[in-house]
């Protein structure tokens, strides 16, 4: 040990062979080692004991790998095998106890199930055949009686020169000669055995028959994915004698309607909702059967409901518009009298789905579909770029057509095809001076009267398609209000057809009336966009904003194009500009959102930098600068609301403050807790506790001046406030006033004589007191010094009145509108803010050089100071000199902070603001113009 010992001093480098050198093995060495799989290789040696068994070593070699790498693998140790001597008697008594009780209980489970077979036997008993055989052998005639497998013997095994002399072919002669073929005919199943359809489950718990109920399930669902319907059905009917389900129900449904067996599915599609109303499954079956049936109104309502729920449904779609087909073929048949012969297509509808595997064929295959006619809600919104209610109606042209799709209804999936739109294919038809021809294969059937047309199959409401649009003649208008009516009912192939016509027509007769094409191209790129061409969309926008820039649906028509080809730059530039124009737009403020995701996965943190440039919007395209101004009542409810919610915020907020103050003192950091308390007293400064505790941190930091400020406004609001009256006596006693302090302590006491701090605070005071006055009596007295009075004539408040000019006096604010610095100016605005006088305001505008304001505003702009002056601005400056107004406005937004303030603006302070830049553009000047105004209105709005 003493040899190993006496290596302190060696060198500490590492040896990474093999073999751990002894002299390593040593105090010091492992001391200065650094390195942590050498210290594990010396800590492993240690532990083996090859060397020697050292305890306290292998705990010092522990402790410095512990501080080097504390998650080491060699740190790890092993925790032994509990056994009973490590366990306490109470613990393992109990431990033998439950295993006892667990084998008893397991021992007679077992006697119950041996001795209970009624399961097994009622198992065997319904037992249905084997699929594919026309009879079933029962396991005890297949099984052979262990005498006779015991029986014969063995075949002893052959040696190699045997097996040379073995010809094969004369032993399959022999073999085939003496086989006597007495195997019976084959049989063809031309129909299953009787299947029994109820189960008896008189005998079985609730939990087996759920299991056996789903076990008769999945094998009518196997039976119905091999086209066995027949047998479907008799497992989904046994399924249904244990326990009754949706599920069982709607699959017997689907097999009953391939079976052709259309009451029985009926009644089934009934038992469903009847359990589960609103089951969309049912709903399309049942419907299903209705038009197999010739019931096509009920399956057109069925239909419909199915679709307010799944909207992209692409076989209730389909279904739908088969069903409206055949209610048109049936109304004309009807009225005239002869035989009608209805050829209906039988369809083979693979949609018997589970609703408890996944693994089964789906009923419905959702496929993007769009929405069908005459159904407001019957579409969801898109996934990318549904526009839904957010837009308004700039252009009131039209009813029922894509300009007025955002008011009346969402949007289906916009990726998709068009609906059933080959119902109304039109023939080419040409519109020249006003005049058209209309072919025989018209795509609606338009009374040649001006009476109205039923829209989307509601009698109630009607649509006059001979209803003037704009400066379009009336050939053109007609075909503008039938491509309106074709787009409300989802018939986008045959609006686009008809929009075509209107624009073609357009340009032969020669018409100059803008807004009118543009809103051709516009609906006409909506059509594009329902049908997934998203190309031929992107064109007719542009053609539509050549005409109306900065139009609002054809750039969101046109961003969702972009969006849905994946030019997400060009998309967020579109999307951005419709947030200028109508910062309302719900959808663009989503589609911008995720749009952002996007470009900053794809580009990195500088991908704004590849956007294309964003064009500025004028303030007569900007939509919410029209917008009415609330009345008294909603504003009045509005600043209702506003008070409570600060009032609640500034709660909140003072109680966090609070605590985090009371946390810093409690850690003893104090400089900390009072800024916390002075913050609480900015939210409520007329909370007694704050200035109390604000007190005790500064006895704590020795400001004993500010500790007596605080006692005294304690003391003001409540005035037997003790623990004031104890810290304001302990502040005297830090400036020296012996005789106050004295007084404070006493009136402590004398609220409450069992304060003991109070007690020996007193007794110490009385002490210095007393060593004050001595020393006061010993020295000698001072000089008093002369003071001379000089008597004043006239009004002594003159002298502390300031100079008029430079000085404004509000009701009780006084406003310097001479500020130096910018100290000054922020001291000077916020008196005028407090005081809620716009005027003051101005007049230190007016004095204010404008080139100044951004240096006095830098640390004091905030979205009230903001509001404030244009305030003061628009209703005091800008009638008496608009041009000090536009050289303010030119440097404001020059500010420090000034676009962060601007984007925290609430909607009254930004409508606040449009209206100064609308009145500053009306006003009259030479030092600028209208487009100036524009231009720097741009910057603020």
């Known amino acids: 040990m003493s040899a190993v010992f006496s290596l302190q001093n060696q060198s500490t480098t590492v040896d990474h062979s093999g073999r751990v050198p002894v002299e390593h093995l040593d105090y010091g060495y492992i001391a200065k080692c650094k390195d942590v799989k050498y210290l594990e290789k010396i800590l492993r040696v240690l532990r083996s004991g090859d060397e020697g068994i050292f305890p306290h070593l292998i705990k010092f070699c522990e402790s410095h790998l512990e501080k080097l790498d504390p998650r080491s693998r060699a740190l790890r140790k092993e925790n032994p095998v509990a056994t009973a001597a490590s366990i306490s008697t109470d613990e393992w008594s109990q431990i033998v106890n439950e295993l006892k009780m667990w084998q008893e209980e397991t021992k007679k489970t077992e006697t119950s199930l041996k001795q209970q077979s009624m399961f097994d036997d009622l198992l065997n008993e319904n037992m249905p055949p084997i699929r594919g055989s026309s009879c079933s052998v029962p396991l005890s005639q297949t099984s052979v009686p262990k005498e006779k497998r015991n029986s014969s013997k063995r075949a002893l095994p052959h040696d190699y020169q045997e097996w040379d002399k073995f010809d094969v072919e004369k032993e399959c002669e022999r073999i085939d000669g003496n086989v006597v073929n007495n195997d019976p005919p084959v049989v063809i ?21 759920l299991l056996l109920a789903n076990r008769e399930k999945d094998k009518g669902n196997e039976a119905f994915r091999a086209n066995d319907y027949e047998e479907a059905a008799a497992y989904y009917s046994r399924s249904l004698s244990i326990i009754p389900t949706v599920a069982a129900y709607n699959n017997r449904a689907q097999a009953e309607i391939n079976l052709k067996h259309w009451h029985n599915a009926m009644r089934d599609c009934q038992r469903v909702l009847e359990l589960e109303p609103g089951n969309t499954k049912a709903l399309l079956r049942r419907a299903t059967v209705c038009n197999r049936m010739g019931n096509f109104q009920m399956a057109a309502e069925d239909l419909r409901m199915v679709l307010r729920e799944e909207p992209q449904n692409a076989a209730a779609t389909r279904l739908l518009s088969e069903t409206e087909r055949k209610m048109k073929e049936c109304q004309p048949e009807q009225q005239s009298k002869g035989k009608r012969i209805l050829i209906q297509e ?57 300009h007025s799709e955002f008011n009346n209804s969402h949007h289906g999936h916009w990726r998709g095809k068009g609906g059933s739109s080959d119902k109304y294919k039109v023939t080419q038809e040409k519109v020249a001076n006003g005049t058209s021809k209309r072919g025989s294969t018209a795509s609606v059937q338009v009374d040649q009267s001006s009476k109205g047309t039923p829209v989307g199959g509601n009698a109630s409401e009607t649509v006059n398609l001979d209803a003037p649009c704009g400066a379009l003649p009336p050939p053109l208008s007609r075909l503008k209000n039938e491509g309106n009516l074709l787009f409300k009912n989802g018939q986008f192939a045959g609006a686009l057809e008809k929009y075509s016509l209107a624009i073609q027509g357009y340009t032969d007769s020669g018409l100059d009336s803008p807004e009118d094409l543009c809103v051709l191209y516009s609906n006409r790129a909506a059509c594009y966009l329902k049908d997934g061409n998203s190309q031929e969309c992107i064109q007719d926008c542009v053609k539509a904003l050549e005409l109306q820039p900065f139009s609002l649906k054809p750039l969101l028509r046109r961003a969702m194009a972009y969006e849905s080809l994946e030019r997400y730059r060009k998309a967020y530039v579109d999307y951005k500009t419709v947030l200028q124009i109508d910062i309302s737009v719900q959808a663009a403020h989503d589609s911008v959102n995720r749009i952002t995701r996007l470009l900053i996965e794809q580009d990195g943190p500088e991908w704004r930098e590849k956007l294309p440039d964003i064009p500025r919007v004028p303030l007569s395209a900007q939509q919410h600068r029209r917008e009415e101004p609330p009345s008294a009542e909603v504003l009045q409810a509005r600043a209702e609301k506003a008070a409570r919610d600060a009032e609640r915020k500034a709660e909140v907020h003072f109680t966090s403050l609070k605590q985090e103050g009371n946390d810093f003192v409690k850690k003893g950091q104090y400089q900390d807790a009072l800024g916390k308390y002075t913050e609480c007293l900015k939210l409520k400064p007329e909370e007694c506790a704050i200035y109390t505790n604000r007190a005790l941190c500064y006895l704590k930091l020795e400001r004993f001046a500010e500790a007596k400020q605080d ?59 007393r060593q004050s006055l001595a020393n006061a009596n010993a020295s000698p007295a001072k000089p008093r010094k002369t003071v001379p009075i000089t008597e004043v004539e006239g009004d002594e408040e003159s002298t502390a009145v ?59 702009l905030d979205g009230h100071t903001l509001s404030l002056v244009m305030q003061a601005l628009d209703s005091h400056l800008l009638e008496k000199d608009p041009n000090l107004v536009y050289q303010h ?43 100036d105004v524009q231009n720097l209105a741009n910057k603020y709005i």
């Open 889 to 931: 406005l030119n440097h404001l937004h020059t500010t420090d902070r000034f676009s962060v303030v601007l984007m925290l603006l609430e909607k009254d302070e930004r409508r606040h603001m449009t209206q100064l830049f609308e009145h500053l553009s009306a006003a009259e000047s030479t030092e600028f113009t209208k487009n």
């Open 802 to 860: 300031p100079n008029s000019e430079s000085c404004c006096r509000g009701d009780d604010i006084t406003v310097n509108l001479q500020p130096t610095d910018a100290y000054e100016f922020g001291q000077a605005l916020n008196a005028a803010r407090c005081s809620g006088n716009p005027a003051a305001c101005a007049d230190l505008l007016a004095s204010t050089t404008p080139e100044m304001l951004p240096r006095f505003l830098s640390t004091q």
């Open 346 to 402: 039988e369809e083979e509808e693979d949609d018997n789905r589970n609703d408890e595997t996944k693994s089964e064929q789906t009923a419905c295959p959702v496929e993007p579909s769009q929405p069908v006619g005459g159904e407001e809600s019957s579409a969801a919104p898109a996934e990318r770029g549904d526009m839904g209610n957010a837009q308004k109606k700039p252009h009131g042209r039209g009813d029922g057509g894509p």
């Open 189 to 209: 199943n031309t129909g299953h055995l009787k299947i029994k359809t109820k189960v008896d489950t008189s005998l079985l718990t609730q939990q087996e028959k």
């Open 711 to 769: 006692c005294d406004a304690a003391l003001k609001l409540e005035p037997s406030n003790k623990k004031a009256f104890y810290r304001r006596a302990l502040a005297n006693k830090g400036l020296k006033d012996y005789l106050a302090c004295s007084s404070d302590l006493q009136e402590v006491l004398q609220q409450d004589p069992n304060v003991q701090e109070a007690e020996k605070e007193l007794e110490e005071v009385t002490v210095l007191l």
